[in-house]
Nanobody
Framework: QVQLVESGGGLVQAGGSLRLSCAAS????????MGWFRQAPGKKREFVAA????????DYADAVKGRFTISRDNAKNTVDLQMNSLKPEDTAVYYCAALYRSSWFRGNYNYWGQGTQVTVSS
């Protein structure tokens, strides 16, 4: 089992920044590709960003490319999502997820966190 706990959500004005963090425990963190997803009210959950278990590559949804940056610290068992130039349409619950040794960033993740709310006001 892998336990994931997100933090860092909150309320921010459009154009502002937030940094989300996900702390992992339970298994070898460096064996997992880590992803961030989000779900807005009335919408399906969507992929936001992911980082390969080796840390070598990343992937971003078109909607966030150039504004969001995903990073990981295997020594601290954390994965972060730096979100800049936030827009009202970025408002959603953001989830951290773990996928065992996969290069398919948009695959079926094995473990999920509880989510953290991000609200961007206009």
């Amino acid at each position: 089992q892998v336990q994931l706990v997100e933090s860092g959500g909150g309320l921010v004005q459009a154009g502002g920044s937030l940094r989300l963090s996900c702390a992992a425990s339970g298994r070898t963190f460096s064996d997992y590709t880590m992803g961030w997803f989000r779900q807005a009210p009335g919408k399906k959950r969507e992929f936001v960003a992911a980082i390969h278990w080796t840390g070598s590559t990343t992937d971003y949804a078109d909607a966030v490319k150039g504004r969001f940056t995903i990073s990981r610290d295997n020594a601290k068992n954390t994965v972060d999502l730096q979100m800049n130039s936030l827009k009202p349409e970025d408002t959603a619950v953001y989830y951290c997820a773990a996928l065992y040794r996969s290069s398919w960033f948009r695959g079926n993740y094995n473990y999920w966190g509880q989510g953290t709310q991000v609200t961007v006001s206009s």
